[in-house]
C-alpha cells in the first residue's frame, strides 16, 4: 500500500514541468475604446528600450489594425493564464524616452481608479498635445567617430577630403552635424556622406526644441517683513518642509491679508535646498502681473494655462522635466507638470471652482494635489 501511495506522491513527468516563460509582456492603455488594458509580448528589439509611460504601435483585434496605446508596465513575469497564449508583439515604439515619470504614472492611474475614467483617457489629458507631438521640434543629426576607428585614424588610407572630415571630426570635443563639419573641413557633405556609408562615423539622430528667445527680463523685488501672524503661518510650513513629510496647511486670510508673501517665503525656502515648487491659481488670477511677480522674485519661472500654444507648451514642459524651472505657476493643468524635484505644492483660493475639470477626465485638482503630495512625500499650502 506504502509503495502505490509513493506511485501518486511521485514528481511530475517532464512534460508536466512548467519550463518558465522567458518572455516580456507590456500592458497597454488605449486612450479610445476598446481602452484595454491588453497585454502584448515585447521583441527582443525594444526589449531594452521599453519602458512604462512610453508609447507604442500595437496591432489590435481580428484585422490587427495599427493603434498606438500607452505602455504602463512591462514585466517579465507572466501570468499563468497567459502561459499557454500566443501573445501579439509590440510593432514599434512612439517615444523614445518615457512622457511621464513612474510617480506620475501611479497618480494617473490613481485618477483613472477614483473618477471611473479609463487610464488610456486620463494619460492622453495629462500628457499635452503640444508634447505627444513634439511640437516645434525638428530632426537633428549629429555625427561623431567610434573610439575603434579613432585608435587607428593613422592607418586609414582615404582621399585628401574625407581623410581632413574625419580628423576634424575626431578632433572635435562634442558631436557636430553635417553642417558644422562641412564648414569646419571646408568641404561638401559629400565626402561626409562617403564616411558614413564606409562605416567610419556614428550617427545619432534626436528631435530638438526650436529657440523661442529670450524671456523679458524683470525687476526683482526683495522678500517683505512679516507680521507675527504670518510669520506663524511660514513657520508652520517650513516645519513640515524641513520634515519631508506630506501635510495639508491651510492658511486662512481676507483679500490683501498678505498670504502671498507666506507662498513667496516658503517657495524660497523649497529653492533654496534644489526643489521645484507648483503653484496653482484660479484662471482669473492667471494675468501677466501674477506672472510678473513671481518672475520679480525667482529667476526661472514656467507657466502652464491653455492658452499657451502647442510649441510653447512643448518648450515649458521639456524645461521643466529638465529640473532648471524653480516655480511653475498656472491653472489646474498645471498639477500635472512633470517636476523632478518636487518640494511644494501651493493652491491659492483653492475654493475657486475654476480648479474643477467639466470634461473626462472630470478631476478637482485640489484632491489630486493632495494625492500627488502623499505620493512624493511633499507638504501643500491653501
Not at 83 to 110: C, G, I, N
Not at 235 to 246: P, Y
Not at 258 to 279: C, D, L, N, P
Amino acid at each position: 500500500m506504502a509503495k502505490q501511495q509513493e506511485l501518486f506522491d511521485s514528481q511530475p513527468a517532464p512534460w508536466e514541468l512548467d519550463e518558465g516563460d522567458d518572455r516580456l509582456v507590456a500592458t497597454i492603455v488605449l486612450p479610445e475604446a476598446p481602452f484595454g488594458p491588453f497585454d502584448y509580448a515585447v521583441p527582443e528589439t525594444f526589449r531594452s528600450s521599453l519602458q512604462p509611460a512610453m508609447r507604442v504601435r500595437v496591432p489590435l483585434g481580428r484585422g490587427n489594425r495599427t493603434v498606438v496605446g500607452y505602455c504602463v508596465r512591462v514585466s517579465s513575469r507572466v501570468p499563468a493564464e497567459l502561459r499557454s497564449h500566443r501573445l501579439k508583439e509590440v510593432q514599434s515604439l512612439v517615444d523614445h524616452a518615457p512622457l511621464l515619470s513612474t510617480s506620475m504614472l501611479r497618480l494617473t492611474e490613481w485618477m483613472s481608479e477614483y473618477y471611473l475614467c479609463p487610464w488610456g483617457q486620463v494619460l492622453e489629458a495629462v500628457v499635452p498635445a503640444g508634447v505627444r507631438h513634439q511640437a516645434g521640434t525638428r530632426e537633428v543629426t549629429y555625427l561623431s567617430v567610434p573610439t575603434s576607428v579613432a585608435a587607428r585614424l593613422t592607418q586609414l588610407k582615404l582621399p585628401r577630403k574625407q581623410a581632413e572630415a574625419l580628423r576634424m571630426l575626431a578632433a572635435s570635443t562634442r558631436p557636430l552635424t553635417i553642417a558644422e563639419l562641412s564648414s569646419n573641413a571646408k568641404c561638401t557633405a559629400a565626402p561626409i556622406k562617403e564616411l558614413q556609408r564606409k562605416g567610419l562615423v556614428r550617427s545619432e539622430t534626436c528631435r530638438e526644441l526650436k529657440d523661442l528667445g529670450e524671456k523679458p527680463s524683470v525687476d526683482r523685488d526683495q522678500q517683505l517683513q512679516l507680521n507675527a501672524e504670518q510669520q506663524t503661518a511660514l513657520t508652520k510650513t517650513l516645519d513640515a518642509l524641513n520634515s519631508q513629510r506630506a501635510e495639508t496647511i491651510l492658511i486662512f486670510g481676507v483679500t490683501g491679508s498678505g498670504k502671498t508673501e507666506v507662498y513667496m517665503q516658503a517657495i524660497q525656502e523649497v529653492v533654496s535646498f534644489g526643489r521645484q515648487a507648483i503653484v496653482l491659481v484660479p484662471e482669473i488670477s492667471l494675468t501677466p502681473q501674477t506672472v510678473s511677480r513671481f518672475r520679480s522674485r525667482f529667476d526661472r519661472v514656467a507657466v502652464l494655462h491653455s492658452h499657451l500654444s502647442n510649441v510653447e507648451r512643448n518648450a515649458q514642459w521639456r524645461e521643466i522635466a529638465s529640473g532648471r524651472v524653480q516655480v511653475v505657476v498656472g491653472a489646474r493643468s498645471a498639477i500635472f507638470a512633470p517636476t523632478p524635484h518636487l518640494g511644494l505644492i501651493v493652491i491659492d483660493e483653492e475654493h475657486d471652482s475654476s480648479f474643477k475639470q467639466d470634461s473626462l477626465p472630470r478631476y478637482h485638482a485640489r484632491d489630486v494635489a493632495l494625492q500627488r503630495a502623499k505620493m512624493e512625500s511633499v507638504p501643500r499650502s491653501e
